[in-house]
């Protein structure tokens, strides 16, 4: 496998979240989820997952959690593993919304990453606002402007991608189409 990007070897991450795009979107990608070096699932995400993922999850999540032994599961990050990067200059919003937080601690684990986002386009209109039917606007409890300004402070940080191919999407990262992103990171596989 090539991991060659346009400035040299790059990890490549890929960040799942719970929009209702995400389970067509893993089944129809699966092949060609191998690319990536790894995946964070957030929260109940990790249902999705038929690969290897690290589970991201917020301190209170309480129900739908793996099973002990889950073969795919290899690790699991929460809100303790943000709080080193509290001291830090460019810390602005982790341990508010796991998007951030998800999306920070990738940048600060695997440097000169490569982030690929799924399932949170941030958008809860109509009757499915998450694959499994309904959930809060926890990534909007502060407001939209202020979860853009964050989000674009990352995205200044690193090289985000919206991997959504929907075309309703709140998430201000460049839109790419998966074989695009892979194309360009990995050359062809």
Not at 18 to 39: H, I, K, N, T, Y
Not at 141 to 153: F, H
């Amino acid at each position: 496998m090539c991991n060659v990007g346009p400035t040299g070897p790059r990890p490549l991450i890929l960040i799942v979240g719970s929009g209702p795009d995400a389970p067509g979107w893993l089944e129809r990608w699966q092949a060609r989820l191998d690319a990536f070096d790894q995946v964070f699932a957030i929260n109940h995400a990790w249902i999705l997952m038929k690969r290897p993922y690290i589970w991201a999850h917020s301190i209170d999540v309480k129900q739908d959690r793996p099973a002990k032994g889950d073969p795919m599961l290899r690790g699991e990050v929460t809100g303790s593993a943000y709080a080193p990067y509290k001291e830090t200059p460019n810390y602005y919003a982790g341990g508010r919304t796991m998007l951030l937080s998800v999306t920070y601690h990738a940048l600060n684990s695997y440097p000169g990453a490569v982030v690929g986002v799924i399932g949170n386009n941030l958008t809860y209109e109509g009757p499915q606002t998450h694959f499994y039917g309904t959930g809060g606007k926890d990534p909007l409890r502060y407001g939209l402007p202020w979860l853009t300004r964050n989000l674009s402070i990352l995205d200044k940080a690193g090289e985000l991608y919206n991997l959504s191919p929907v075309s309703v999407s709140l998430l201000p990262f460049k839109k790419a189409a998966l074989d695009e992103f892979i194309s360009r990171y990995r050359g062809t596989l």
